[in-house]
């Protein structure tokens, strides 16, 4: 017996209808709220080398959904004194458990190329004046997942941090 290409046609739009549906009717379970930075405890420079800037932070994360998420990506500009220093990314993986609300240390690594041509004064002002405070602002964002579901976040945070030097 012989399919016509009218019954294919039907089977492929009935197919594709189904998987319409059923991508819909998870999306519509799918309940999420945003992520959020409540504060930032401690900022640490790891290492200023040929490779750029390391920095370790520990960061109040707040995760209000009931499923744990992974930050895939970020890229945030980061301000010391109101003074853009450059970009910086979340060195490798994060994963923030579901109804959570707690600090996570975080590396963040920048390039020399992303950074601006006064950082290296700035950060030695810090070295050499023993502060144990600085004036940090953060503005970027966050991409993170769950399940199979990909979203960005924008984040802004800002204030007196404390600072650990090398």
Do not use: Q, W
């Not at 998987?19 to 640490?44: G, M, P, T």
């Not at 924008?154 to 204030?159: D, L, M």
């Amino acid at each position: 017996m012989k399919v016509t290409p009218i019954r294919n046609r039907m089977n492929r739009i009935l197919k594709s209808s189904l998987l319409f549906l059923i991508a819909i009717s998870l999306s519509s379970c799918f309940n999420y709220d945003d992520v959020e930075i409540k504060d930032v405890r401690s900022i640490k420079l790891l290492d200023y080398s040929v490779d750029g800037l390391s920095v370790e932070s520990e960061i109040k994360i707040v995760n209000p959904n009931s499923f744990k998420l992974t930050v895939t990506n970020s890229e945030f500009d980061f301000y010391i004194k109101k003074r853009k220093l450059g970009k910086a990314r979340i060195d490798g993986k994060l994963k923030i458990p579901a109804n959570s609300e707690e600090y996570h240390k975080v590396v963040l690594t920048s390039r020399h190329k992303d950074m601006s041509p006064n950082a290296l004064p700035i950060l030695i002002g810090l070295t050499a004046s023993g502060k144990d405070k600085i004036d940090f602002k953060v503005e970027g964002f966050i991409e993170g997942k769950a399940f199979m579901f990909k979203r960005k976040v924008n984040v802004s945070h800002s204030g007196i941090v404390p600072l650990e030097l090398f």
